[in-house]
């Protein structure tokens, strides 16, 4: 598991991940449930959440999965209800997603709403009901959303994904406002690229058209994420080690969006040569520049 922590560190906890049967939501279920959680996962796709809970199960942790569509608020509703049957949960994932690259202009109702109604309405559903739950109770609970770095950059042809996050990521600031008083708190990640087979083929289906946001050479770290270390900071952010954290996103992703086009960051490819001829140029402007004053 590569993890620095107990594998007792998240015993009696019940968490809910949206989306959970496949790719960084699977993930954040495994390293939830190999340090001791019973994870709920849940989505549309039987098999995929079937194949998911065996896997956890065999390495011995607690785990079942139920279907539910995250854009429909009763369907929200009632998996909600259902996975309280056997205790209340303690935290909820909202991880849910779609998305796929497009000319904005090129986008239907239905494909915009295909995206914005998984990100942003499910986010809001799933948060809802479990945040009314824990209140009615009196009970403590913790949100996660996994958003992406574009809630900070926006990003061209794939606006109503990055329009969703962004929402998601007022969400969490809002409510860690209004329900951390009633000790319930949201956080977010916004992950850079760890490559799943599902969000890769929809966001780099054209070969030879890699652009930054799927190239490892783009990351300043030189990599791409690995799982571990996303289960790492999931597994942190959902135990009581950090009850103090309350409405921060935080990247995981080795400094990704810190290294845009519009920053100098490509200029980590110059060779020790391109540096001498760039200072002797810098030399010869200054010079240039001197002997201007002084005519």
């Given at each position: 598991m590569n993890s620095p922590f107990r594998n007792d560190l998240l015993n009696r906890k019940r968490i809910l991940i949206t989306g959970g049967g496949t790719g960084l939501g699977k993930e954040m279920a495994r390293g939830f449930a190999l340090h001791g959680a019973h994870v709920y996962v849940c989505g549309r796709r039987e098999q995929v959440l079937g194949e998911t809970v065996d896997e956890i199960r065999s390495a011995g942790g607690k785990a079942d999965y139920l279907l539910s569509n995250v854009r429909d608020?009763?369907?929200?509703?009632?998996?909600?209800?259902?996975?309280?049957?056997?205790?209340?949960?303690?935290?909820?994932?909202n991880n849910a997603a779609a998305n796929f690259i497009a000319p904005t202009e090129s986008l239907s109702p239905r494909g915009y709403q295909?995206?914005?109604?998984?990100?942003?309405?499910?986010?809001?559903?799933?948060?809802?009901?479990?945040?009314?739950?824990?209140?009615?109770?009196?009970?403590?609970?913790?949100?996660l959303s996994n958003l992406v770095t574009w809630v900070w950059t926006g990003s061209a042809f794939v606006t109503p994904s990055a329009m969703a996050k962004a929402a998601i990521q007022a969400m969490t600031m809002s409510l860690a406002v209004e329900w951390g008083p009633k000790k319930i708190r949201l956080n977010a990640i916004a992950p850079?690229?760890?490559?799943?087979?599902?969000?890769?083929?929809?966001?780099?289906?054209?070969?030879?058209?890699?652009?930054?946001?799927?190239?490892?050479?783009?990351?300043?770290?030189?990599?791409?994420?690995?799982?571990?270390?996303?289960?790492?900071?999931?597994?942190?952010?959902?135990?009581?080690?950090?009850?103090?954290?309350?409405?921060?996103?935080?990247?995981?992703?080795?400094?990704?969006?810190?290294?845009?086009?519009?920053?100098?960051a490509d200029l980590a490819s110059l060779s020790e040569a391109d540096w001498a001829a760039a200072r002797n140029a810098l030399r010869e402007s200054a010079e240039k520049e001197r002997k201007g004053r002084g005519a």
């Open positions: 608020a009763a369907s929200m509703e009632e998996t909600v209800a259902r996975a309280w049957e056997a205790g209340p949960l303690t935290g909820l994932v295909a995206i914005t109604s998984t990100v942003m309405d499910g986010s809001f559903f799933a948060t809802l009901y479990c945040g009314k739950r824990w209140i009615e109770a009196g009970l403590p609970g913790t949100v850079g690229p760890f490559p799943t087979p599902n969000a890769w083929e929809k966001l780099n289906p054209i070969p030879g058209t890699s652009v930054g946001a799927t190239q490892s050479d783009q990351v300043p770290m030189r990599r791409f994420g690995q799982m571990h270390e996303l289960r790492n900071l999931t597994t942190f952010l959902m135990s009581d080690a950090c009850d103090y954290i309350n409405g921060a996103t935080i990247a995981v992703d080795g400094g990704h969006h810190l290294a845009a086009p519009s920053t100098f």
